[in-house]
């Protein structure tokens, strides 16, 4: 999508004048677009400028430098959170920086060599392997016992998860490790909360489908729930509806095919003259969402845990590098997530992309209104 912005912007600086033959002009190109883009994906208007040749070389030139540097940070951050080894190959000036902005909900387990989570970690019965352990974990648990279950949970995940993370980084970011583990059968997305009045279309897709595995399907509601549930402590309240967050972007990162996810909240706040006068298009009709520093905290990171794959067969051993960890990526204006991570053209709705992670492969959606089965709520595009 942001290549695809990018071309765009091209075409709107070269002007009607000198597009090639078979070309379309800016404006018929314009009329091509559908309005029902998300918040990450609205770009400013830009000013025409006489020069337009040379300001399209700046452009370009700006522009991968700009793709460089992101990229670069992206990736220091991840190795920030690899494990002991991998975290002192960052620079200490550019760590202290990234870390500045880390908000952690649930931070990587404090140690420099890892077991498997079969043997090291023991959940308690709480652990849920079915919808009915899970529902009840969720619904009846005291506030103490949730909290020590969420964070186990996270940093050592159910076996169906590992294997997944092991996988992924066995096979070096292949992203058919992820796809082979969906379901063949597809499901129609269906009005979510009143969007279909709006034609509003919030998935990539109009059908998706779901882990073949119960258990990676209810862990990935439980992350969402899991967001939802600690985001107070960090002094803000994210609301799991069509306006706030219901999706997320699995990637497996660029250097070692780590799994991870990165979560989208305030996705559509409500247009407003003089707090948010950006129109988001469809989706954004009907939002009560206000408009305020809680922007800054919307890009939130999930780390599945990242295997020890020194040996040949990684999948073969029962060693970890570190432990899985959920983060919030504060992109207050005077952070370096702000400035490496956010474009330009999406710095109002601060949006960081997740391909500057990795290979991003699925989105991830969740909607709890359209059902009491967990597994229904989900939407893999």
Known sequence: MRKWLFLLMVLLLIGPGVLPRGFVSSAEACRSISLNLSAG?????????????????????????????????????????????????????????????????????????????????????????????????????????????????VQWPPPAVADLARKAVEWNGDSSIILKSLTDESYRVPDVDGSNEHSCQLTKNIRGRRFIKEELNLYMAFLFETISALAPSLGFNITLNRFDLFHGHLFLASKTGRLGILFHAREYPAYNEKTFPIHLGYCQIGSSLCYDESMNLRNILWLAPMPDCSSKHCSEEKSWLASGSLVVLDAHPDGIIYNELIPDYVDDVRTIYEDDFGDAVVDINYFPSISDNLEKRLFIC
């Open 41 to 153: 994906r609205i770009q400013k208007p830009i000013p025409f400028h006489g020069n337009a040749r040379a300001l399209l070389v700046s452009s370009i030139s700006t522009y991968k430098e700009k793709k460089s540097t992101s990229l670069s940070t992206a990736s220091s951050l991840l190795d920030l959170l690899g494990g002991k080894q991998s975290a002192l190959s960052v620079d200490p000036s550019l760590a202290r920086k990234i870390l500045s902005c880390l908000r952690f909900l649930v931070p990587p387990f404090q140690e420099a060599y890892y077991q498997s989570f079969h043997g090291f970690v023991q959940h308690t019965g709480e652990s849920f392997f079915t919808e009915e352990d899970f529902l009840l974990w969720l619904f009846k648990s005291t506030s103490s016992k949730k909290s020590k279950t969420l964070e186990s949970l």
